[in-house]
């Protein structure tokens, strides 16, 4: 599955929380990532997030609030399996978060230090226990 | 003139011939690579000169957000594929700026100043604290511009 987020979320992206910026990558995470990444998972296919294409590009916290909510979710052995990033314009974000956002925030699911929620979303999925289960805020 | 004596001169002329072709042929391809060379450099400090003027904007008081986050995007990607060629031109490590790029987003972004104005994209006034911040943060990665141009210039 090969996902474009200029063309498929919105060409133009916000910080990391939806109380500060709409389009945010918290917004970003509820409303797309968490139920693409669930699909994928599901098809046993992998899910490839394409950053290219974007207007103005990306502030470090959307994807860091974004990838790193993912990991907190489903655990960094899942991301790493089913998730690829790509980007030619932007190698730096790659960097940032393979070196950055997957540790630090697997660490964090670790601590069970849980993530800022600062909007009501719908049911997410989180991997738990060896199965995807739904799961209510917070 | 006997027949030795004409093949030794041609010998001689022949020899002197291939000496000046493979000079010459080497002293074009020393042109050419210096040339390269010298355009890649004048990019590098264009894209300096860029980074300085960005972050005198923000010094200045006028920068609004989303100009902010385009000059960013545009000298990124410049940037990018200007490593991506010299990398290939010159085995320098295409990640070569990716801290300098991840940090200096994440000052900007993350500070409290351009998260406040950023939903209604308003002139920012940095604090003074972040005006000094971003003052070491330019003198301390200036050098990364002057390593690279020494590593084009250094290189064969």
Known sequence: ?138 | MEAAEIIAIVDIFVSAGVGIWIVKNIQKKLDNRRAIKEHFIGEILSIRSEYRDLILSLKSGEAKPLSIKYQLQRLSIHLNGMMGLLSHEFKIERSFFNPYLIDLSSKITDDKDYMENYRDNSTIRFSDTFIYDIGNFEAENDKLFNDLVLRINNSK
């Open chain 1, 1 to 138: 599955m090969i996902y474009n987020i200029a063309n498929s979320y919105s060409p133009m992206t916000g910080l990391r929380h939806c109380k500060i910026s709409d389009l945010s990558g918290e917004d970003f995470y509820h409303k797309q990532l968490n139920r693409l990444f669930k699909e994928a998972y599901d098809k046993k296919e992998v899910l490839t997030i394409d950053l290219d294409g974007s207007v103005g590009g990306y502030a470090p916290s959307f994807l860091d609030e974004a990838f790193g909510n993912l990991v907190y979710d489903f655990g960094f052995d899942l991301v790493k399996t089913w998730l690829e990033i790509k980007s030619e314009q932007g190698g730096q974000w790659l960097e940032m978060i393979q070196n950055g956002t997957f540790p630090d925030w697997e660490k964090r699911r670790k601590e069970k230090k849980a993530p800022t929620y600062t909007e009501e979303h719908p049911e997410r999925y989180v991997f738990a226990d060896g199965k995807m289960k739904q799961k209510k805020l917070p």
